[in-house]
């Protein structure tokens, strides 16, 4: 079973940036593809970034391509999505989730077979 912990989420000015992290249990982690994905009151949980398992190819919803980056270390078994220019539509909890790379549909929830708990990011106006 692998587990996941988002943190850093918090209040945030729009035009500011937060950086959240994911940490992930186990020693398998370099074997996922991980995602970012949020959820806002009203609205179906939305894919928002992929990365790899080894890092190398990303992939970003057109909402927040050129703002957002989605990175990983794989010796501290943790992704990362910087967050930079934000707007106050990007208020939702955000959660971090792993899943079998080569999936196609890896813009849907249902690539993925474990998700965090979710955090919190409030940008203000």
């Known amino acids: 079973q692998v587990q996941l912990v988002e943190s850093g989420g918090g209040l945030v000015q729009a035009g500011g940036s937060v950086r959240l992290s994911c940490a992930a249990s186990?020693?398998?982690?370099?074997?996922?593809?991980m995602g970012w994905f949020r959820q806002a009151p009203g609205r179906e949980r939305e894919f928002v970034a992929r990365i790899s398992p080894s890092g190398g190819v990303t992939l970003y919803a057109d909402s927040v391509k050129g703002r957002f980056t989605i990175s990983r270390d794989n010796a501290k078994n943790t992704v990362y999505l910087q967050m930079n220019s934000l707007k106050p539509e990007d208020t939702a909890v955000y959660y971090c989730?792993?899943?079998?790379?080569?999936?196609?549909?890896?813009?849907?929830?249902?690539?993925?077979?474990?998700w965090g708990q979710g955090t919190q990011v409030t940008v203000s106006s």
């Open positions: 186990g020693r398998t982690f370099s074997n996922y593809a």
């Open positions: 989730a792993a899943g079998a790379y080569g999936n196609s549909a890896f813009r849907s929830t249902g690539a993925y077979d474990y």
